[in-house]
């Protein structure tokens, strides 16, 4: 099995199931925002009540936080699909760090705004929930750095390496360039 393939499949695994976690407590902190100031379930006349103040609170004091999901959960989807594609993220490998650095940084806002929020008063009747979203974003930061470093570290293709048969020198501004049928003893 290849290194860099060995390394991608736990680490998006891993990084998912953190993500998930985090989804489950941001719901459960929507859910009791919904609680805690008497949302009243829609009726036939207001449909959906989306104009009632109630429901503004409680859908934008998140709304960013769900955009984080779901950039991030698209992101990690859309690895899973490459990678089991074969060697889609070796192809992709600048794109998806760059995805990759994106969710890591939204990630990293999660946790400070999380931690934050833990010391005010206002939420502790919620603080099992913003303490399972704070174990999430920690673990999918964790994650998603592990998977910038297993992508972006391309193992089989690095100089040197005798996986396929071909020796690599160094090209045009130092980029490994393959070489066929020159043996690295026999160069100048």
Known sequence: MKLTKGL???FLIFTFLSLIVFMAGLASVQNRCYERIGFVAPTANSAFNLSSPLFETCSHILRFHWFTFAFVA?????????????????????????MLAVSTVLMMIMCETFVGMQRIEEFLPWES???A???GAIATTVGLVLL???VGTDWEHRRGHDSHDEKYQ???GGVAVPVQNVRVEERV
Request: glycine share 12%.
């Open 74 to 98: 698209i992101t990690l989807l859309g690895m899973m699909i490459a990678a089991a594609m074969g060697a889609g993220l070796h192809y992709s490998r600048p794109f998806w760090i760059g």
């Open 129 to 131: 929930a913003i303490d």
């Open 148 to 150: 910038m470093m297993a």
């Open 133 to 135: 979203i704070l174990a």
């Open 170 to 172: 160094s090209g045009i």
């Open 8 to 10: 991608t499949w736990p």
